[in-house]
């Protein structure tokens, strides 16, 4: 008879832990396949996730809210795409549930002498479970006109005469077809920036545009299961949805439910 190695016993005994103790050191939280990270200056946490060459086998997030973190003019910049156009993001506050992102156009102007950032295009917010804040406010660029009426100001920055018109909650009945612009684009930018600008709208509207505007999400249809078992959601190129559980598992719903590791990739 053969008496194992007395330091086997030790091993054993100490496997458990190495099982518990490899996700706890995970600096991050107790779900391995979703770390934040840190883009720049800001941190990004689930539901926003880093498009990166992993992310295009699966992600742990919702889908739209891949952010892509790379180098814009030497400074690492986090970016959202949404309906085709870039915006870059500020800050995400998990907790609220909000985000705030500037236009990336708007920035490609520097504060300074040259502060009229022209605005290009609205804010699509595609269906993505995303809605803008209370604290934003429309405002509205026509471009190209005859004259200002006495509701808008005029903003003294492009070649020909355009109107910047901040816009009241709701429904908006003003006319402007006797002002014959050419074009006219709206965005989005926190009430109270706009609002501390005010006597110098015309010239200063750019400082405004540049802090950018919030928006709140809430929860992805089809994650309800997911994150109510105390799951993450994500997505997976073959398996469609996957549910991501704080043991490290990956289940096909809902934590507990169908353990995704019996499905061959
Ligand atoms: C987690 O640790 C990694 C290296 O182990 C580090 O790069 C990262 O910044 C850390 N994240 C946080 C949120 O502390
Ligand atoms: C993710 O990154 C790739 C490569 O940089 C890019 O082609 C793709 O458009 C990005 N996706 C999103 C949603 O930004
Ligand atoms: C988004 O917010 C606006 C008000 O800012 C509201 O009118 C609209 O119904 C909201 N949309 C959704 C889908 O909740
Ligand atoms: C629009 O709504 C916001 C918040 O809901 C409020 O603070 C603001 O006074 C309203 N503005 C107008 C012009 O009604
Ligand atoms: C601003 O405009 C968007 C559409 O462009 C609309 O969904 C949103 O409700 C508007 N916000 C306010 C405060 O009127
Ligand atoms: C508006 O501009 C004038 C002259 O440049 C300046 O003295 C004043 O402080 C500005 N007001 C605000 C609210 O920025």
Do not use: H, L, R
């Given at each position: 008879m053969i008496e194992p190695h007395p330091h086997s016993h030790f091993l054993l005994l100490l496997l458990p832990f190495f099982f518990i103790a490899l996700p706890a050191?995970?600096?991050?939280?107790?779900?391995p396949n979703c770390p934040s990270y840190k883009c720049g200056d800001v941190p990004i946490s689930y539901p926003f996730w880093i498009n990166d060459s992993e992310s295009t086998t699966q992600f742990c997030g919702?889908?739209?809210f891949g952010i892509n973190c790379s180098p814009i003019l030497n400074e690492i910049v986090p970016e959202i795409r949404l309906g085709g156009d870039s915006y870059h993001v500020q800050w995400i506050f998990p907790e609220s549930r909000k985000i705030s992102l500037v236009d990336e156009d708007v920035l490609t102007v520097r504060p300074g002498p040259d502060r009229c950032p022209r605005v290009r295009h609205r804010i699509n917010l595609q269906t993505l479970p995303l809605n803008y804040t209370s604290h934003n406010v429309n405002i509205t660029f026509h471009f190209g006109c005859i004259e200002c009426p006495d509701f808008a100001t005029e903003i003294q920055c492009f070649e020909r005469k355009s109107c910047l018109q901040i816009m009241n909650n709701g429904t908006d009945e003003s006319?402007?077809?006797?002002?014959?612009?050419?074009g006219d684009v709206v965005t989005t930018v926190i009430r109270d920036n706009i609002n501390r600008i005010l006597p110098n709208l015309s010239t200063t509207f750019g400082d405004a545009l540049r802090l950018g505007f919030e928006l709140e999400w809430w929860r992805m249809d089809d994650c309800d299961k997911c994150e109510e078992s105390g799951g993450r959601c994500g997505h997976h190129n073959i398996a469609g949805f996957i549910c991501f559980c704080s043991d490290g598992t990956t289940n096909k719903d809902y934590c507990k439910g169908t353990l995704i590791s019996t499905i061959k990739f």
């Open positions: 050191a995970s600096n991050d939280s107790t779900y919702y889908q739209g006319d402007w077809d006797e002002f014959s612009c050419t």
